[in-house]
T-cell receptor, first 111, second 116 residues
Framework: RKEVEQDPGPFNVPEGATVAFNCTYS??????FFWYRQDCRKEPKLLMS???SGNEDGRFTAQLNRASQYISLLIRDSKLSDSATYLC????????????FGQGTTLQVKP | DAGVIQSPRHEVTEMGQEVTLRCKPI?????LFWYRQTMMRGLELLIY????????DSGMPEDRFSAKMPNASFSTLKIQPSEPRDSAVYFC??????????????FGNGTRLTVT
């Protein structure tokens, strides 16, 4: 089993749609979770951190479910500019800085 | 803040040649990471350093790969000899650990390596 797993998609949605991605992680001791966004041929950039209580940033909502060992990202009112690959990132061991990336989920928002 | 700086942006070389990739992390960041990205395998962690000391190099593919961090502001990833299957985008990234909290990772622009 991979340490961090995502559905690669692609997710093809119309503008204005709501879309959700999940990401599972294997190590229950993992801490510090993040969602990154990567545009084609660019470096990954931080979208948002994921906190235990869940957090929201505009149209984006991130949640953590420790019992089931997954994190989620919800995008509301999708825009064309949201088209990108979304990477789930997990600090796989609590006492190290080792960050493991999922393989990414590709989102394509259509007009 | 200049961000993480990588050089070169692009490297094209012939099989068997030595390749050296360079990275300058964000000032004050105490962790530095080297990742490799390909379509097939996604982003793979090759090695990471804490305070210039290599902590985990289990992701380094084989002995042809080596990485150093002689000081807090510079790191290199070397491939010798290079092979076509090493063609990928190599990212350097840095982060900070402070007051018991892990900060997010910041990436450089990457080096696109092509080995012919």
């Amino acid at each position: 089993r991979k340490e961090v797993e995502q559905d690669p998609g692609p997710f093809n949605v119309p503008e204005g749609a709501t879309v959700a991605f999940n990401c599972t992680y294997s190590n229950s001791a993992s801490q510090s979770f993040f969602w990154y966004r990567q545009d084609c041929r660019k470096e990954p950039k931080l979208l948002m951190s994921v906190y235990s209580s869940g957090n929201e940033d505009g149209r984006f909502t991130a949640q953590l479910n420790r019992a089931s060992q997954y994190i989620s990202l919800l995008i509301r009112d999708s825009k064309l500019s949201d088209s990108a690959t979304y990477l789930c990132v997990v600090n796989i061991y609590s006492n190290t800085g080792k960050l493991i990336f999922g393989q990414g989920t590709t989102l394509q928002v259509k007009p | 803040d200049a961000g993480v700086i990588q050089s070169p942006r692009h490297e094209v070389t012939e099989m068997g040649q030595e390749v050296t990739l360079r990275c300058k992390p964000i000032s004050g960041h105490d962790y530095l990471f080297w990742y490799r990205q390909t379509m097939m395998r996604g982003l793979e962690l090759l090695i990471y350093f804490n305070n210039n000391v290599p902590i985990d190099d289990s992701g380094m593919p084989e002995d042809r790969f080596s990485a150093k961090m002689p000081n807090a502001s510079f790191s290199t990833l070397k491939i010798q000899p290079s092979e076509p299957r090493d063609s990928a985008v190599y990212f350097c990234a840095s982060r900070q650990y402070s007051d018991g909290l892990w900060a997010p990772l910041h990436f450089g622009n990457g080096t696109r390596l092509t080995v012919t």
